[in-house]
């Protein structure tokens, strides 16, 4: 099909009067039309070169969206100093025989002097000592515990035995008792042991040790005094746990978890995932006044080269009455899950190891209950490329539509009538478990005239199983029903010209689905498809069949002339009867601002080489061939040069109706028109 506009003076031209009458012809107008072309794609020649009509149309299709999606997720975890420790730390202070001998007035007196010599220590008893400072602030400057236990060892380091051995541990600025005992027997060289529970109570970092009263037998003869032998006390805090402290923190882990954590994936139970699209974002927030490290493995989730993800954070300290957030966001694209957890053994969950700890500065910091962390991790928008496992079972109603827009392009009122129709309702399943379908319900709707036909088929009602696909490769499992048209009435239904059909059933998803297999699969592109396919030969008869064809429109430029005469011609091997009218057509506003032929041209039906044979109809005998003309006026001319477009329309049917017809792949219908321009020049 073309266009072409040549401008030539052709003929010739003679003089009227003081004028020369010219005469121009000019070509405008070629257009060729078939039915081949108008089913582009949907028709193909035989081996004798008749038309097939081959049709093939998704009228269902059950994806993953329509029973399952990766829900949105979100694991957290709350942090406070109570699980944080001071660890363990010890103290130690020491009273000598010269500290206690000090307090014994005049036999005091006598056992400082005989420092370095034998002496006799006497007896004593309800023997007290001033307050002496202990310096605990390698520990803590003070804290108020939950729990902990301050552990005492004493050991005797004088040369004579102790007796109901009183004493107290305090703050020296609350003035508080910390601690309160009394020992009834300490040998000489042999040490006393015990705890004491820290809970509830607060502790400086300065206590004040008072011996309250202290009693002794004495040494029973003489021994080489040295004042520097001492009591020697260790003070050691174990399994500290604060309420809160201003301490030195050491370095720890407050969080250390190493578990499965179970998505909730009802009802599927997936063993293994491939994500095409998804994100995996993280938040910690904090307050506390030293700096954090943030440390979160998915083991079982991989990117393309196995490597494992991981997220390694350093958090800053937060300023006092603050806290600090961190944000981020991970594409999961191309990464694959292991959802059998550590031990490789279950479904639906992933392993997960989450540290949270912090590196001791050295400085000391305050921290209380009021202090926290805050641990958040999401799975959003997960779309999986590919799955594996237990993809759950149901009963689902189905219904769906295909559009033939073509039917209407073609047929629009008119009619079509196959002298035989093959067709099939194709099953194909491309997920990894299997499906019983039954179909209620097939009929078709004319949108241009209303009207519906339902199609009566042996197939309807019926159960049929489809099988799962097979896996890499990925292989479809197909099951085609035929419907005949010798078994239904499938010719009626396509006598309708049906732009719409219309399908309803059930589908029984996975119906020998075994939760304890784990077979299962799915990739994003998997379907459940019903199809229709069609396949017909055009032996047929048409009534109002459409064929157009639409080119581009360059100005008719009449200058001077008084008329132009076109002429047209047709070529028609169709054994279809056909009215054709040429349209300008402004596409800009899309109408039609004139026509070409006052009404529809007739073009004759090609002749059939027999004419009286049964129908259907063999080749036609040649073409059908006529030429006219129609004069134009300026003023017609002026208003098809607003157009944009010429549109040839031609509208056929078989004579008499309901004659039927083969159509071949080399039948056209061909247009031409040219004009020839009358134009008198001055003399």
């Given at each position: 099909?073309?266009?072409?506009?040549?401008?030539?003076?052709?003929?010739?031209?003679?003089?009227?009067?003081?004028?020369?009458?010219?005469?121009?012809?000019?070509?405008?107008?070629?257009?060729?039309?078939?039915?081949?072309?108008?089913?582009?794609?949907?028709?193909?020649?035989?081996?004798?070169?008749?038309?097939?009509?081959?049709?093939?149309?998704?009228?269902?299709?059950?994806?993953?969206?329509?029973?399952?999606?990766?829900?949105?997720?979100?694991?957290?975890?709350?942090?406070?100093?109570?699980?944080?420790?001071?660890?363990?730390?010890?103290?130690?202070?020491?009273?000598?025989?010269?500290?206690?001998?000090?307090?014994?007035?005049?036999?005091?007196?006598?056992?400082?002097?005989?420092?370095?010599?034998?002496?006799?220590?006497?007896?004593?008893?309800?023997?007290?000592?001033?307050?002496?400072?202990?310096?605990?602030?390698?520990?803590?400057?003070?804290?108020?515990?939950?729990?902990?236990?301050?552990?005492?060892?004493?050991?005797?380091?004088?040369?004579?035995?102790?007796?109901?051995?009183?004493?107290?541990?305090?703050?020296?600025?609350?003035?508080?008792?910390?601690?309160?005992?009394?020992?009834?027997?300490?040998?000489?060289?042999?040490?006393?042991?015990?705890?004491?529970?820290?809970?509830?109570?607060?502790?400086?970092?300065?206590?004040?040790?008072?011996?309250?009263?202290?009693?002794?037998?004495?040494?029973?003869?003489?021994?080489?005094?040295?004042?520097?032998?001492?009591?020697?006390?260790?003070?050691?805090?174990?399994?500290?746990?604060?309420?809160?402290?201003?301490?030195?923190?050491?370095?720890?882990?407050?969080?250390?978890?190493?578990?499965?954590?179970?998505?909730?994936?009802?009802?599927?139970?997936?063993?293994?995932?491939?994500?095409?699209?998804?994100?995996?974002?993280?938040?910690?927030?904090?307050?506390?006044?030293?700096?954090?490290?943030?440390?979160?493995?998915?083991?079982?989730?991989?990117?393309?080269?196995?490597?494992?993800?991981?997220?390694?954070?350093?958090?800053?300290?937060?300023?006092?009455?603050?806290?600090?957030?961190?944000?981020?966001?991970?594409?999961?694209?191309?990464?694959?899950?292991?959802?059998?957890?550590?031990?490789?053994?279950?479904?639906?969950?992933?392993?997960?190891?989450?540290?949270?700890?912090?590196?001791?500065?050295?400085?000391?910091?305050?921290?209380?209950?009021?202090?926290?962390?805050?641990?958040?991790?999401?799975?959003?928008?997960?779309?999986?490329?590919?799955?594996?496992?237990?993809?759950?079972?149901?009963?689902?109603?189905?219904?769906?539509?295909?559009?033939?827009?073509?039917?209407?392009?073609?047929?629009?009122?008119?009619?079509?009538?196959?002298?035989?129709?093959?067709?099939?309702?194709?099953?194909?399943?491309?997920?990894?478990?299997?499906?019983?379908?039954?179909?209620?319900?097939?009929?078709?709707?004319?949108?241009?005239?209303?009207?519906?036909?339902?199609?009566?088929?042996?197939?309807?009602?019926?159960?049929?199983?489809?099988?799962?696909?097979?896996?890499?490769?990925?292989?479809?499992?197909?099951?085609?029903?035929?419907?005949?048209?010798?078994?239904?009435?499938?010719?009626?239904?396509?006598?309708?010209?049906?732009?719409?059909?219309?399908?309803?059933?059930?589908?029984?998803?996975?119906?020998?689905?075994?939760?304890?297999?784990?077979?299962?699969?799915?990739?994003?592109?998997?379907?459940?498809?019903?199809?229709?396919?069609?396949?017909?030969?055009?032996?047929?008869?048409?009534?109002?069949?459409?064929?157009?064809?639409?080119?581009?429109?360059?100005?008719l430029d009449m200058g001077d002339a008084d008329s132009v005469r076109l002429f047209w011609r047709y070529?028609?091997?169709?054994?279809?009867?056909?009215?054709?009218?040429?349209?300008?057509?402004?596409?800009?506003?899309?109408?039609?601002?004139?026509?070409?032929?006052?009404?529809?041209?007739?073009?004759?039906?090609?002749?059939?080489?027999?004419?009286?044979?049964?129908?259907?109809?063999?080749?036609?005998?040649?073409?059908?061939?006529?030429?006219?003309?129609?004069?134009?006026?300026?003023?017609?001319?002026?208003?098809?040069?607003?157009?944009?477009?010429?549109?040839?329309?031609?509208?056929?049917?078989?004579?008499?109706?309901?004659?039927?017809?083969?159509?071949?792949?080399?039948?056209?219908?061909?247009?031409?028109?040219?004009?020839?321009?009358?134009?008198?020049?001055?003399?």
């Amino acid at each position: 099909m073309w266009l072409g506009i040549v401008v030539g003076i052709a003929a010739g031209c003679r003089k009227e009067g003081d004028f020369l009458s010219v005469r121009a012809h000019l070509p405008l107008i070629r257009s060729e039309l078939s039915l081949e072309k108008a089913l582009s794609g949907r028709v193909h020649p035989d081996s004798s070169g008749m038309l097939i009509l081959s049709m093939e149309k998704t009228v269902y299709r059950m994806t993953l969206d329509e029973f399952w999606h990766f829900p949105d997720t979100s694991f957290e975890k709350n942090v406070s100093l109570k699980t944080l420790t001071l660890g363990t730390r010890s103290v130690t202070y020491q009273m000598t025989l010269g500290q206690i001998a000090r307090g014994l007035g005049t036999a005091g007196q006598t056992i400082l002097l005989a420092h370095g010599s034998p002496a006799f220590i006497p007896p004593f008893s309800d023997v007290s000592a001033d307050p002496s400072e202990i310096d605990i602030t390698a520990m803590f400057e003070q804290a108020t515990f939950i729990s902990g236990k301050l552990h005492i060892n004493l050991f005797n380091g004088l040369p004579i035995d102790l007796q109901n051995v009183i004493f107290e541990l305090r703050n020296k600025n609350l003035g508080t008792t910390v601690i309160r005992d009394t020992i009834s027997y300490l040998a000489k060289n042999s040490t006393f042991v015990d705890s004491y529970d820290l809970s509830g109570k607060t502790v400086e970092g300065k206590l004040l040790f008072e011996l309250l009263s202290m009693s002794s037998p004495g040494s029973g003869g003489l021994v080489v005094i040295d004042t520097n032998d001492a009591v020697t006390l260790n003070l050691q805090g174990r399994n500290m746990y604060v309420q809160e402290a201003v301490a030195v923190f050491p370095s720890q882990k407050m969080v250390n978890d190493s578990l499965d954590v179970y998505y909730h994936l009802d009802p599927l139970r997936l063993v293994y995932a491939e994500v095409k699209s998804g994100n995996l974002d993280v938040t910690a927030v904090h307050t506390m006044p030293d700096s954090m490290f943030f440390h979160l493995s998915l083991p079982g989730v991989t990117d393309g080269t196995g490597r494992p993800l991981a997220v390694d954070w350093a958090l800053r300290p937060s300023p006092t009455g603050d806290s600090v957030r961190r944000y981020e966001n991970y594409a999961l694209n191309g990464y694959a899950i292991d959802f059998t957890g550590r031990d490789h053994d279950t479904f639906n969950s992933f392993y997960q190891i989450t540290v949270l700890s912090f590196d001791s500065t050295g400085r000391k910091v305050h921290l209380s209950l009021q202090d926290s962390i805050y641990l958040r991790y999401r799975l959003l928008s997960m779309r999986p490329r590919y799955a594996r496992g237990y993809l759950g079972k149901d009963t689902t109603a189905a219904a769906g539509t295909a559009l033939l827009p073509w039917m209407r392009d073609l047929f629009s009122a008119g009619a079509v009538r196959f002298d035989e129709v093959e067709a099939a309702l194709v099953l194909e399943n491309t997920f990894g478990f299997d499906a019983d379908v039954v179909v209620q319900s097939i009929s078709g709707y004319n949108s241009y005239t209303k009207r519906y036909a339902v199609l009566s088929a042996p197939l309807l009602g019926r159960r049929y199983h489809l099988p799962a696909a097979a896996d890499a490769p990925l292989t479809p499992a197909v099951l085609a029903i035929p419907v005949s048209s010798t078994s239904s009435n499938l010719v009626d239904f396509l006598a309708n010209m049906p732009d719409r059909i219309e399908v309803t059933g059930t589908v029984f998803r996975n119906p020998s689905g075994d939760p304890a297999r784990l077979t299962d699969f799915f990739y994003d592109t998997s379907a459940l498809a019903v199809k229709v396919r069609i396949e017909a030969p055009l032996r047929l008869s048409v009534t109002d069949v459409h064929l157009q064809d639409t080119l581009p429109l360059s100005p008719l430029d009449m200058g001077d002339a008084d008329s132009v005469r076109l002429f047209w011609r047709y070529f028609n091997e169709y054994p279809i009867a056909w009215d054709v009218q040429i349209y300008a057509y402004d596409s800009t506003v899309g109408e039609v601002v004139d026509s070409l032929f006052a009404a529809p041209a007739a073009v004759a039906a090609a002749p059939l080489k027999d004419p009286s044979a049964a129908a259907p109809l063999g080749r036609v005998f040649g073409m059908a061939y006529h030429q006219a003309s129609l004069t134009i006026t300026p003023e017609h001319a002026e208003r098809m040069n607003r157009a944009t477009h010429w549109v040839v329309r031609a509208r056929g049917r078989t004579l008499p109706d309901g004659k039927q017809v083969i159509l071949y792949s080399d039948y056209r219908l061909a247009f031409t028109v040219f004009g020839e321009v009358f134009q008198k020049v001055p003399f």
